[in-house]
């Protein structure tokens, strides 16, 4: 499975971006698909999750209220709504994929076995 994220951008403090990943296939191996974000001398972390098979969708406490994670399985893509940014959302959003994951795996990052090369997204005035 090969992962390509895109939509990353400069936006303002309050604005909105949407990020989206797009699978080359479709497969039991996609069944799991996260967003993770990287910012400069921090740790990669858990930002939103969706699961096919479940139809569930789960959020850090940073991203709950304020993103919305969807996917459009005829065209093989999850999207991230982000709304009301701050500058501490600024980081490379990277979207990756895994099989069925029950619910305490979705935020181990060694899960996935398949990576999108990240998208840059900057919130600054």
């Known amino acids: 499975v090969q992962l390509q994220a895109f939509g990353g951008g400069l936006v303002q403090p309050g604005g909105f971006l949407r990020l989206s990943c797009a699978a080359s296939v479709r497969t039991s191996s996609s069944d799991t698909i996260t967003w993770f974000r990287q910012s400069p001398g921090k740790e990669r972390e858990f930002v939103a999750a969706?699961?096919?098979?479940?139809?569930?969708?789960h959020y850090s406490n940073s991203a709950k209220g304020r993103f919305a994670i969807s996917r459009d399985n005829a065209k093989n893509t999850v999207y991230l709504q982000m709304n009301s940014l701050t500058p501490e959302d600024t980081a490379v959003y990277y979207c990756?994929?895994?099989?069925?994951?029950?619910?305490?795996?979705?935020?181990?990052?060694?899960?996935?076995?398949?990576w999108g090369q990240g998208t840059l997204v900057t919130v600054s005035s």
């Open positions: 990756a994929a895994a099989p069925r994951l029950i619910v305490s795996e979705i935020r181990r990052i060694g899960a996935y076995h398949y």
């Open positions: 969706i699961r096919r098979t479940e139809n569930s969708q």
